[in-house]
């Protein structure tokens, strides 16, 4: 929460995406600080569908043979939080990295305002006009570094976007399955409509993202 703060006063009176310098700087980085916290939030959701799994397998053996349809799906939503997990930390690293170049174009572009207004009060000085070329020279492919980065990590949310529908398709055949249970039906069936709202809880988290003002979105 902190890392949120320090970021909307960074950002404060900051105009739209796409502008370079100090004020797109901030903002970037106050987009990707809340990128993260979405991140962090699917984490711990994932983490908790990998819990339940676990234990409607152990439902499903008790259950016996009219439960083995719902016994496999648990153990693929496993899988599925396992993935989805290791799918975040692709991200998360992702997100440092942004951090870190981010905040250099920040600090660089606070460095840069001091030498315009040097130059503005010695227009004609060879030597500050050609240290400035050369910075913007590094900003430009900094600013390069960012897009690349920017697209990266938006294929990245799109795979794990995919993965959630097929973890969605999956929680829908336990519901299925679960009607088969017999006289574990009942309890078959509230798990797998647990299974639906968590995955649920994630596709919201990962349209959250998606819609990102960092990606052009109005989030």
Not at 10 to 21: D, I, K, L, Q, S
Not at 36 to 65: C, D, Q, S, T, Y
Request: charged share 25%; proline share 1%; hydrophobic share 50%.
């Amino acid at each position: 929460m902190n890392e949120v703060l320090v970021a909307e006063d960074a950002a404060v009176a900051v105009p739209a995406a796409g502008e370079g310098g100090h004020a797109g700087a901030a903002l970037d980085l106050l987009r990707i600080v809340r990128i993260n916290e979405e991140i962090k939030r699917v984490v711990a959701v994932a983490f908790k569908i990998n819990i339940m799994a676990l234990n409607a397998i152990f439902l499903a053996k008790r259950a016996g043979n009219t439960a083995l349809g719902f016994g496999v799906l648990s153990n693929e939503l496993r899988v599925f939080s396992k993935d989805l997990r290791e799918g975040m930390m692709v991200l998360s690293r992702q997100i440092h990295e942004l951090v870190a170049e981010v905040s250099v174009v920040l600090q660089e572009s606070r460095y840069d305002d001091v030498f315009r207004r040097t130059l503005a009060e010695a227009p004609h000085s060879a030597p500050l006009q050609a240290v400035l070329a050369a910075r913007d020279a590094h900003q430009a492919m900094r600013a390069e570094r960012i897009a690349s980065q920017r697209r990266s990590l938006r294929l990245a949310v799109d795979d794990a976007a995919r993965l959630v529908e097929l973890g969605g398709v999956l929680a829908k055949s336990a519901k299925i399955e679960a009607a088969y249970g017999a006289g574990f039906a009942s309890a078959l069936s509230q798990v797998s409509g647990e299974f639906d709202g968590v995955v649920e809880e994630i596709r919201c988290s990962l349209d959250n993202l998606r819609r990102s003002g960092f990606f052009g979105g109005n989030a």
